[in-house]
């Protein structure tokens, strides 16, 4: 078996632009776009917010990790993970050694992005609220990871595509 590397792995908050700039990444480089999330969807035959609800977040995170694990070893273009996949200590350790894009974003634009009345089970109740703690538990988990780190805040996806793609060496 042959194993492959990513050619970059996306790490960010909600509303960082990991799904859209994963996909034009993928593009401009001639390669596959993976998402964990859609894994996870697939193998539990229901959306992220449905798990969470019906199955918990703890359920939830298994199933992340063993989609990042998968993907790691198996997928070679651009790979995007959850917003939270971070909070692993094993997914921390799979990283080690890849390519890891943090995709950087202010509250504000995260807000504008994700939207307060978006399906997303982390952020019930104050929405607002909700984002401003996950983003700032998660920055420094975000930051250790990554070898490259891009500031998306009022940024079109062509100029950061071209950032991310300069920064790869590509």
């Known amino acids: 078996m042959t194993v492959t590397t990513p050619t970059a ?24 776009f993976r998402d964990t999330d859609a894994d996870v969807e697939a193998v539990a035959g229901k959306p992220v917010g449905d798990i969470f609800i ?22 070679d273009g651009i790979l995007s993970l959850g917003g939270g ?7 921390q350790a799979l990283l080690d050694g890849h390519t890891v894009v943090y995709l950087q974003v202010g509250l504000a634009d995260a807000v504008a992005r994700v939207g307060l ?27 250790r990871l990554a070898v490259l780190t891009v500031a998306t805040d009022k940024r079109e996806p062509a100029e950061l595509a071209d950032e991310i793609i300069k920064g790869l060496g590509r």
């Open 54 to 75: 019906e199955d918990g977040e703890d359920r939830f995170r298994e199933l992340e990790l063993a989609a990042v694990r998968q993907a790691l070893r198996e997928h």
């Open 117 to 143: 009345g978006a399906a997303r089970p982390l952020l019930v109740l104050n929405p607002r609220s909700q984002l401003k703690k996950l983003m700032e538990q998660r920055r420094p988990i975000y930051e």
């Open 9 to 32: 792995v996306l790490i960010g908050p909600p509303g960082s632009g990991k799904s859209t700039l994963g996909r034009l990444l993928a593009e401009r480089l001639g390669v596959r």
């Open 85 to 91: 996949a971070v909070l692993s200590e094993e997914t």
